[in-house]
């Protein structure tokens, strides 16, 4: 939000101040430039940072001098995408409890300066469309509309990536992953098997605990290098 504030006459010696909240609070706290707003803009000197005539914000002088310290971008980040991650999982047996609560409040504070406004498409129509003050509120409103319209965000249990799915079966944000991670419990499955005709269980027995064809278990047993030559002969003669 911006305000211009224009006093004449003696208006007195005022030190300059900004109004400031945080990403998830909207109480706004009235403090000098130099304590939170300065350290945006890198390029002023200490000095400078309480008494330089600051562009107004979305200008194209303004997105020059500003600039987010790493470390400021990774906790706004972390606060989206963990509001996210707490509502995307079900709630328990009484309801939403306080983390869902307050991941709820946290998505709404971000996209509360989302706007929905009118305007011209490439051929003079008018369309709507929704207009936001930065990135992280953008995400938070596409996190809404996606509720909307019934798209859940899961984790893909193989690489951790949030993802966006209508579908409740879904566990991969992508093809490669699935792919990955049936590979991964497949050689799983093959070491286990190996351990089992070690200790001497027979073939059906393994192929009926891992839930395999019998024909799939001989298969990883006969590969180089099994561990089943290691199996007392006695298991061995079983199938």
Same mark, same amino acid.
């Given at each position: 939000?911006?305000?211009?504030?224009?006093?004449?006459?003696?208006?007195?010696?005022?030190?300059?101040?900004?109004?400031?909240?945080?990403?998830?609070?909207?109480?706004?706290?009235?403090?000098?430039?130099?304590?939170?707003?300065?350290?945006?803009?890198?390029?002023?000197?200490?000095?400078?940072?309480?008494?330089?005539?600051?562009?107004?914000?979305?200008?194209?002088?303004?997105?020059?001098?500003?600039?987010?310290?790493?470390?400021?971008?990774?906790?706004?980040?972390?606060?989206?995408?963990?509001?996210?991650?707490?509502?995307?999982?079900?709630?328990?047996?009484?309801?939403?409890?306080?983390?869902?609560?307050?991941?709820?409040?946290?998505?709404?504070?971000?996209?509360? %300066? =989302? $706007?929905? *406004?009118?305007?011209?498409? #490439?051929?003079?129509?008018?369309?709507?469309? @929704?207009?936001? +003050? !930065?990135? &992280?509120?953008?995400?938070?409103?596409?996190?809404?509309?996606?509720?909307?319209?019934?798209?859940?965000?899961?984790?893909?249990?193989?690489?951790?990536?949030?993802?966006?799915?209508?579908?409740?079966?879904?566990?991969?944000?992508?093809?490669?992953?699935?792919?990955?991670?049936?590979?991964?419990?497949?050689?799983?499955?093959?070491?286990?098997?190996?351990?089992?005709?070690?200790?001497?269980?027979?073939?059906?027995?393994?192929?009926?605990?891992?839930?395999? %064809? =019998? $024909?799939? *278990?001989?298969?990883?047993? #006969?590969?180089?290098?099994?561990?089943?030559? @290691?199996?007392? +002969? !006695?298991? &061995?003669?079983?199938?």
């Amino acid at each position: 939000m911006i305000q211009t504030q224009e006093i004449s006459g003696d208006a007195g010696e005022e030190k300059a101040s900004v109004l400031i909240h945080g990403l998830n609070d909207l109480t706004l706290v009235e403090e000098a430039p130099s304590k939170t707003w300065g350290r945006f803009f890198p390029s002023l000197s200490l000095g400078r940072r309480d008494t330089f005539s600051y562009p107004p914000p979305y200008t194209d002088e303004f997105c020059r001098l500003y600039a987010e310290r790493l470390g400021d971008f990774c906790n706004a980040a972390k606060l989206l995408a963990g509001a996210m991650e707490r509502l995307g999982r079900p709630f328990g047996e009484n309801g939403p409890g306080l983390e869902e609560t307050q991941a709820l409040d946290t998505i709404n504070l971000l996209c509360r %300066p =989302v $706007a929905s *406004v009118l305007d011209f498409d #490439a051929n003079g129509r008018l369309v709507p469309r @929704r207009e936001a +003050p !930065s990135l &992280l509120a953008s995400f938070a409103e596409m996190f809404v509309q996606d509720q909307a319209y019934g798209r859940r965000v899961l984790q893909c249990v193989c690489c951790g990536t949030p993802f966006v799915s209508s579908a409740y079966q879904a566990r991969y944000c992508k093809l490669n992953c699935r792919l990955l991670e049936q590979k991964r419990r497949l050689r799983l499955q093959m070491k286990t098997a190996k351990e089992f005709r070690a200790q001497g269980q027979s073939i059906r027995q393994i192929s009926a605990t891992l839930g395999q %064809p =019998v $024909a799939m *278990v001989k298969g990883w047993l #006969a590969k180089k290098g099994s561990s089943s030559k @290691r199996a007392p +002969p !006695s298991s &061995l003669a079983r199938v």
